[in-house]
């Protein structure tokens, strides 16, 4: 706080869109105050401020999709599930994803991947 004031702003970047994290609660509060390397004999701390910053939902889709809809004994499918959000655009900001599918089948989407 400058001299001659007896507040000054405490700037906090509130956590953005994330399709894993929830709403946050934030909580500040002074814990100690020194002037010049000297400290007040009677420092007397008011309760902390806290602050609750809401979460919009944000949704994410998994589309499964297969390469045939036949295939003959011996033959092979793949699958691949693909993310998009609310939108239809691709999601890419995450972390390794593994979906396993119904049959035991596990699809891999790598970090930051949109689909696997």
Do not use: C, R
């Not at 700037?11 to 105050?33: C, I, R, S, W």
């Not at 499964?64 to 691949?80: C, F, H, M, N, P």
């Amino acid at each position: 706080i400058k001299a001659g004031t007896t507040e000054t702003p405490y700037e906090l970047k509130a956590q953005g869109d994330d399709v894993y994290k929830d709403g946050q609660t934030v909580e500040v509060g002074v814990t100690d105050a020194v002037i010049d390397g000297k400290s007040f004999e009677n420092l007397v701390l008011g309760d902390k401020a806290t602050v609750t910053i809401g979460d919009t939902i944000s949704e994410v889709t998994a589309t499964l999709t297969v390469d045939k809809t036949t295939v003959t004994e011996g033959g092979q499918i793949t699958y691949t599930v693909t993310l998009t959000n609310a939108a239809g655009l691709p999601m890419g900001a995450h972390g390794p994803l593994e979906f396993t599918l119904s049959d035991g089948t596990v699809v891999k989407i790598p970090a930051n991947g949109t689909s696997g």
